[in-house]
């Protein structure tokens, strides 16, 4: 009966845990070099050109304090977009595509495993 206890928490717990990225945080880490100059993250990170990213992954748009974002992404908030990775994925591709009249002038990553391993460090934080 413990055992079968044990089991079904040890379930339930697995279940109850956000789905982590299929990349590597570690590779992702040097991937977000990339970002640097525009974004931060970690303990203290603040707004730079653009918005910290803690807590991005699975979060709603647009949320984070003190940024101003763009009439585009403000618009895409209140229309209830959400920075899953499938989302992020798109918008890493290519912001310009992914949000039209977006101010993240990055081009975008073309590969998708760097896409994939820096979602992947984005959600260590």
Known sequence: MLKSRLILTALAATLAMPALA????DKGKKVFNKCKACHAVGEGAANKVGPQLN?????????????KYSDALTEAAAGGLVWDEDNLSAFLTKPKDFMNGTKMSFAGLKKEDEIENVIAYLQGF
């Open 55 to 67: 807590g991005i992954v699975g979060a709603a748009a647009g949320q984070v304090e003190g940024f």
């Open 22 to 25: 299929d990349g590597d945080a």
